[in-house]
């Protein structure tokens, strides 16, 4: 049986892996630096369509990989990434149901967060903090990055992704505006343009706890556990071991 978890991506799942296709060549080689030398299994929090999941295996090409993902659209893209690649179908594991759902290894040597953390609320993290705290092997780590706002703010309405493909130009916009005192609500709306007429439009929302750096590293210490930020500060990425980094 698979365990339930509702489908935030079940509308725009055609339209985010292609979107994430630019962002993750910025991310990629910030994120294989801050795993160099990390020890497996590794877990891959949220995968997506496998952008991430491609750089940790390129990254620790010894490593087994367990790639969570609970949208089904999403992880239909994934496995499908996978399966194409002889190097990643030998020890990448594609999980469905969301990570606090999922069936893991006893011990990990890292777990990757990215661009995921927002959907996990306070108790949520908790039970995140405290199986890193209680599964991390010695010299393990998580990887994971912050996106802001770290306040509850209104973000206008941005285009932040556009491609092309064949005869259809694609436009990603989103907009937020705060739903709660450690939240925002953010909507999206995809559209995908043929010969330069409006053919498809797509909108969704949901909901993204907010977490900023002060506020991280108060949580872990409550789990013993230190963050550090890893690589040029506006990727916002964090180091979390069990000991001072
Ligand atoms: C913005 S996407 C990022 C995907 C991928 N990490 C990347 O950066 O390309 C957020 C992902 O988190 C997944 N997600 C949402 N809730 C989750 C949960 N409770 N456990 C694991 N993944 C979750 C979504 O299905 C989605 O694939």
Redesign the pocket.
């Known amino acids: 049986m698979k365990p339930h978890?509702s489908?935030?991506?079940e509308r725009s799942a055609e339209f985010?892996?292609v979107m994430?296709a630019a962002p993750?060549t910025v991310?990629a080689p910030t994120l294989a630096e801050a795993l160099r030398g990390a020890p497996g299994p590794v877990v891959?929090?949220?995968?997506?369509?496998?952008?991430?999941t491609r750089v940790i295996a390129r990254t620790l090409p010894a490593a087994e990989i367990h790639a969570?993902?609970?949208?089904p659209g999403?992880r239909a893209v994934l496995l499908a990434r996978v399966n194409d690649d002889p190097g990643l179908r030998d020890r990448v594991t594609v999980l469905p149901?969301?990570?606090?759902q999922a069936t893991l290894p006893p011990r990990l040597g890292t777990l990757v967060?990215?661009?995921?953390i927002g959907?996990?609320d306070p108790g949520?993290r908790r039970t995140i903090w405290r199986l890193l705290a209680e599964r991390l092997l010695p010299g393990g780590r998580a990887v994971l990055n912050l996106q802001p706002p770290a306040e509850p703010v209104a973000v206008p309405q941005t285009r932040f992704s556009e491609l092309r493909i064949g005869r259809r130009r694609y436009e990603g916009w989103g907009r937020a505006e705060p739903s709660g005192p450690d939240q925002i609500t953010w909507h999206m709306t995809y559209r995908a343009f043929q010969d330069g007429e409006p053919a498809e439009e797509v909108e969704v929302e949901y909901a993204w706890w907010l977490l900023g750096p002060d506020r991280l590293k108060a949580e872990l210490a409550g789990h013993g556990l230190h963050a550090t930020p890893t690589g040029p500060t506006e990727r916002g990425l964090w180091c979390i071991t069990g000991s001072p980094g």
């Open positions: 978890v489908d935030e991506y985010v892996d994430l993750w991310l891959d929090v949220g995968a997506g369509g496998g952008h991430g969570v993902e609970p949208s999403l149901g969301g990570l606090l967060a990215m661009n995921v959907h996990f949520g």
